[in-house]
């Protein structure tokens, strides 16, 4: 397998979050806005909380939601997409070819 | 309602003090007393805000060296002081000759210089003092153990004639840590000996008050209503109280002194500056102590704030995580085995 290139996600120095029975709030303080994540996204947040592998994780949410291994990565690069534009996360691309 | 610091300075060292951020100040260049001319500028911003009661806090607010003149300065307000207990005869003479209907003394009957608590020379004092409040002494109780032991005050407020409403307050976390508090786990536990309490006090004529970061959970709905019966003045709230410091920083409270504040201004009135406060913490009310809070319908209809913000925000956590993702990847794992 290649990879062109990369995306490096971070979730942001004043991001603080907690986990609830069924949910995941998520505070920005720089904002100060809050967040709440639930269903699979909650479930994706708390396994990235342990895990920051992303072949990993794919393969979590394949096992989790039953998804095809394509499925699972395009679902998690759209949550991670999200969580960009909402300000939680920020991303910084680059790398080579390698 | 807004509690003025006149003094940090405070011989006690009660476990769950949440003053630590007040008494950290003190001696390190930092005034311990609050000169006259600033509060004159504290009485001119409650009468802004219209506030027409003047606490006094610390530290201990009677060790002042001229506690008689800020007293002086204050009446004409409604006047409440809250102390240790082991007020100093100056100051103890000065409340003494305030009417009843003007004062409220409000005496936290476990302030203690002992590891162990109150020794018998502090609650001789302690209860001398209290004999000669009469009237404009209430008695405050902080909740940091399961374990705690209200009939001493019931014995107390029965001898001396104190207000008969004993004020409970849960001994609360200070956000950044260092204090001896009650954990909400333990919060059922002690919701059943207040219970029990209430029982005893009220044929007696005693009541309970709860101040803030009581949670409805912590009772059953048979207890709420024994609670109820017995006059206990139920509240479940969480509010910036707004803690003005000797340099002029406001606070949200005590436990969150140093985390969440703003700055006394010359024209900015109290709800202004509440309302400051309350922005900067709104997102994290989202959530509460436990972690049911988030779905509890008592929350949704506002009917309870989810307890202490301290104690809420200290639930939350922070770790850089860092996600690297193969922007487009050539193969799934399948195909690229076969490779």
């Known amino acids: ?98 | 309602m807004a509690n003025l610091i006149v003094s940090t300075v405070c011989p006690m060292r009660c476990s769950f003090c949440f003053a630590g951020e007040q008494r950290a100040k003190t001696g390190r260049g930092s005034a311990t007393y609050l000169s006259l001319e600033e509060f004159d500028r504290r009485l001119a911003f409650l009468d802004r805000s219209g506030i027409g009661e003047v606490r006094l806090i610390g530290g201990e607010p009677t060790l002042h060296p001229r506690f008689p003149e800020l007293i002086g300065r204050a009446r004409g307000r409604r006047i409440v002081v809250f102390t240790n207990g082991l007020i100093p005869e100056r100051a103890l003479a000065c409340l003494e000759s305030l009417p009843e209907s003007e004062c409220t003394v409000l005496v936290n009957m476990n302030a203690t210089r002992q590891p162990d608590g109150p020794g018998a020379a502090e609650t001789r004092h302690r209860s001398a003092v209290v004999h000669r409040l009469g009237g404009r002494a209430k008695l405050g109780f902080t909740i940091f153990r399961v374990d705690f032991d209200l009939d001493p005050l019931f014995e107390l407020v029965a001898e001396s004639g104190a207000q008969r409403g004993i004020r409970l307050g849960l001994a609360q976390p200070i956000l950044g840590g260092g204090n001896e508090y009650l954990h909400p786990k333990q919060y059922p536990a002690v919701g059943r000996r207040i219970v029990d309490f209430a029982k005893r006090g009220a044929p007696a004529g005693i009541s309970l008050e709860l101040d803030c970061g009581f949670v409805p959970c912590m009772f059953s709905d048979a207890d709420i209503e024994i609670l109820s019966s017995a006059g206990t003045d139920l509240g479940w709230r969480c509010n910036p109280v707004l803690d003005v410091g000797l340099d002029g920083t406001v606070s949200h409270c005590f436990p969150l002194a140093g985390s969440v504040d703003t700055r006394l201004t010359s024209d900015l009135g109290a709800a202004e500056l509440r309302s400051r406060l309350a922005a900067s913490t709104h997102p994290y009310r989202l959530a509460g102590i436990y972690r049911r809070c988030s779905r509890c319908p008592l929350k949704q209809r506002g009917e309870c704030t989810g307890g202490c913000l301290a104690a809420t925000m200290r639930r939350f956590r922070h770790r850089t995580i860092r996600v690297a993702v193969p922007r487009s990847a050539t193969g799934t794992r399948q195909e690229n085995a076969q490779t």
Request: proline residues 3%; hydrophobic residues 45%; contains cysteine.
């Open chain 1, 1 to 98: 397998m290649s990879r062109r290139g990369w995306s490096v996600y971070t979730v942001g120095e004043t991001v603080r979050w907690v986990v609830d029975d069924d949910r995941v709030i998520i505070v920005d303080g720089a904002v100060p806005a809050a967040h709440v994540l639930q269903g699979r996204e909650a479930l994706i947040w708390r396994v990235l909380t342990s895990s920051r592998d992303f072949r990993k994780l794919a393969e979590f949410l394949e096992v989790a939601a039953d998804l095809t291994e394509p499925a699972a990565e395009q679902e998690l690069r759209a949550v991670l997409g999200r969580w960009t534009q909402l300000g939680i996360a920020s991303c910084a691309t680059g790398g080579p070819d390698g």
